[in-house]
């Protein structure tokens, strides 16, 4: 009977642990959407599992060959910040991305610097440089068509992707 009743503390504490996790994230998805970042900013929140991508596909973000992020998308990031240091326990990579004009060379170092800019945004903006990593995705993962002009400013982008620290 002990050895049941100590399988079941185990279990359920198990699950406890687990839900927690994607609770955090989940609640920080909730008051994201609530303090209006995502209908005032563009942002899109997709929620897969215990991770949070977020994506902002009708910001323009940068300009054809630059890593600096403009006014209107560090204002966007900055207000995020502000959410984001009130959850310390969910940390993030943030992902550059260009278009696919240029070398692939060029465009791996240009989007590793886009997200170091955006890594740097955030310290400025009082999050804690460990809660962050960074890459450079280059060309890869388009978000809209690189046939046109408009979908290769969407392309030239940082994504975060936000899971909890364990």
């Keep these: 009977m002990k050895l049941m009743k100590a399988t079941i503390a185990l279990v359920f504490s198990v699950l406890l642990f687990s839900s927690c996790r994607t609770t955090y994230i989940k609640k920080f998805y909730k008051d994201a959407n609530r303090s209006k970042i995502c209908e005032a900013n563009s942002v899109v929140m997709r929620l897969k599992g215990d991770t949070l991508r977020v994506i902002y596909p009708e910001l323009t973000m940068f300009d054809f060959g630059k890593d600096e992020i403009k ?96």
């Design 71 to 166: 006014p209107a998308a560090k204002v966007s990031l900055q207000q995020l910040s502000v959410l984001l240091k009130d959850y310390n326990r969910i940390n993030f990579v943030i992902n550059g991305y260009t278009d696919n004009v240029g070398g692939a060379d060029v465009n791996q170092a240009l989007s590793e610097r886009r997200a170091q800019n955006a890594k740097t945004l955030f310290e400025a903006n009082g999050v804690n440089a460990g809660r962050m990593q960074t890459n450079g995705r280059g060309a890869s993962n388009p978000i809209m068509s690189n046939d046109t002009e408009d979908g290769r400013q969407a392309n030239r982008r940082v994504e975060l992707l936000l899971y909890e620290r364990k």
